[in-house]
């Protein structure tokens, strides 16, 4: 059999690649894992608004002030409330619609988008 005596791994090129590729999605994991987490909490208190009883009848204005008072506890406050979040009535009720994107700059001029839309419904 024709072994070799030596075995080789990676060179000093193959390794700078290897550090740069996981650098850079470590890079972007860690800008985005945030934002998802954020959304994730920001439906979660949609949702709890959602399913309480009687929140369809509101004014807008109230369930907006109860809104950003659950964002406040949940520690949600980079948050422009009036520009994100909207209360929709229509003839089956009322919803409210989250629609927001988020731009973090990356490298020069390469910017990192998420962009969140989510509907929820009001019980009455």
Known sequence: MNLPHHQQGLGFAGWMLLI???GF???????????????????GVL??????EGMAAKRAQDIEKIVQ????????RDFDYAKN??????????????DYEV???????????ASFN???DLRD
């Not at 999605?25 to 439906?43: C, G």
């Not at 949702?47 to 309480?52: A, D, I, Q, S, T």
């Not at 008072?69 to 949600?76: K, S």
């Open 103 to 113: 731009r973090m700059p990356m490298v020069a001029n390469l910017d990192l988008v």
């Open 69 to 76: 008072a659950r964002f406040h506890v949940n520690n949600i």
């Open 47 to 52: 949702e709890g608004v959602g399913e309480e």
């Open 118 to 120: 989510k509907t929820v």
């Open 85 to 98: 979040i909207n209360v929709v009535r229509d003839n089956r009720g009322a919803k409210i619609v989250l």
């Open 25 to 43: 999605a470590l890079s972007v994991a860690m800008k985005l894992v945030p934002l998802y987490m954020d959304n994730s909490t920001i439906v």
């Open 20 to 22: 740069l590729v996981f």
